[in-house]
């Protein structure tokens, strides 16, 4: 089994900068990606990067240019910068890591991220 833990959410200004980590602990040869998603009250949760082993990135047209993803394979450990935040990106944060081949899926309990005006 896999187990996942956020940490770095808060409340930050419009226009500011957060940084949110996942670390990853136990059968973690399994993982191959890794990701962040966020879900806003009354929406679907919706992908908002990845990063795969060998370093490849995704990123959410919503968050292009303003959030990079990065991880650290020694730490167990990914990250999620986020810049030139704006109130539309004020949802919880879930970091997940995936088995590519076989979908299976691991999540972590969440980080609320609220961006004021």
């Known amino acids: 089994q896999v187990q996942l833990v956020e940490s770095g959410g808060g409340l930050v200004q419009a226009g500011g900068s957060l940084r949110v980590s996942c670390k990853a602990s136990g059968n973690i040869f399994r993982i191959n990606v890794m990701a962040w998603y966020r879900q806003a009250p009354g929406k679907q949760r919706e992908l908002v990067a990845s990063i795969s082993s060998s370093g490849s990135t995704n990123y959410a047209d919503s968050v292009k240019g303003r959030v990079t993803i990065s991880r650290d394979n020694a730490k167990n450990t990914w990250y999620l910068q986020m810049n030139s935040l704006k109130p539309e990106d004020t949802a919880v944060y879930y970091c997940?890591?995936?088995?590519?081949?076989?979908?299976?899926?691991?999540w972590g309990q969440g980080t609320q991220v609220t961006v004021s005006s």
């Open positions: 997940n890591a995936r088995n590519s081949y076989t979908n299976v899926n691991y």
